[in-house]
């Protein structure tokens, strides 16, 4: 082998480092950039809103547009109903998708294959095609503009029931097998021995429920009339006027308001979600 040869593959052995980190520092530029861009807007005041070129870093940073939002908006009442929607779909979808996720796993019973099929085929199914027949059946049981018709019917999850499932087939059947000759049953097997080793997995499921949900705008817009009920994307809509004024800063003051929660919420959950699919790898 050639001295040239040699000399060539060090060098583009020592410059593949610098071409990863390039690609992904400008990866997370596009990514980052709209979020630095709002924040940046909801610093200024609205006159400075469609500065060209615009400032990064506002030069006299005022909380102007926060306070407009607080003042056109119950900002307090919408984060509490997002709060408590987001919070009860997101511990509704880890219990239906543990239960479901393990009797497709561990269980035996007729029709196993095609329940499963049928569940998964619901995940190709726009939401906008199935919200005029639940639209319906919530207007009969009277939980149309209540925050119980946003939380019920997003208890069931054909993605989380798919990722439990996965979950649990990779966990060692010893487990179960054991504990059921020291005379436990199926659901004393469950909580006891398998929910415990899935909770990584579960928490999984909360975490990404909790932040789809959050921002979640089309059922709230179909189900909710009254003021009251509205979730926080939904109240937003409401400062959709300032945008014909110039005052986007007050928009997008809102927009910043509402991804707080949403970060916060994956920044905790970051190592249990990281946790639960490096310990999916690790058994399947």
């Not at 040239?4 to 980052?32: D, N």
């Not at 909770?199 to 003021?227: D, Q």
Request: positive net charge; glycine residues 8%; hydrophobic residues 50%.
């Amino acid at each position: 082998m050639s001295h040239t040869t040699l000399t060539t593959g060090r060098v583009r052995h020592s410059l593949a480092p610098w071409a990863w980190i390039t690609g992904l520092a400008v990866c997370a530029l596009l990514t980052l950039g709209p979020v630095i861009w709002t924040v940046s807007t909801s610093l200024r005041t609205p006159a400075r809103s469609f500065d060209l070129p615009p400032e990064i870093i506002p030069s006299a940073p005022t909380a102007e547009a926060y306070r407009g939002v607080f003042e056109q908006i119950d900002v307090w009442l919408l984060a509490l109903n997002s709060t408590l929607v987001t919070a009860l779909i997101a511990v509704g979808q880890m219990i239906t998708a543990g239960l479901a996720g393990y009797a497709f796993a561990r269980l035996e019973f007729r029709f196993k294959k095609p329940l499963f099929a049928l569940v998964l085929a619901t995940m190709m199914v726009p939401l906008q095609v199935t919200i005029v027949p639940v639209f319906l059946v919530l207007k009969s049981m009277g939980l149309t503009d209540t925050l119980l018709g946003l939380i019920v019917p997003a208890f069931p999850t054909a993605f989380g029931t798919f990722l439990m499932r996965q979950y649990f087939l990779g966990m060692p059947k010893d487990l179960g097998e054991a504990a059921m000759l020291d005379g436990a049953g199926p659901w004393r097997v469950f909580r006891s021995v398998y929910a415990p080793l899935a909770a990584p997995g579960l928490a999984i499921v909360g975490v990404l429920a909790f932040n789809y949900h959050w921002n979640e705008f089309f059922r709230p817009l179909i189900l909710e009339t009254s003021a009251q009920n509205y979730t926080l994307p939904l109240g937003l809509v409401s400062l959709q006027g300032n945008l014909g004024t110039g005052s986007v800063s007050v928009v997008l003051a809102g927009v910043v308001l509402s991804m707080i929660p949403a970060v916060a919420v994956f920044v905790v959950g970051q190592r249990p979600l990281r946790e639960g699919i490096t310990s999916a790898g690790v058994n399947r």
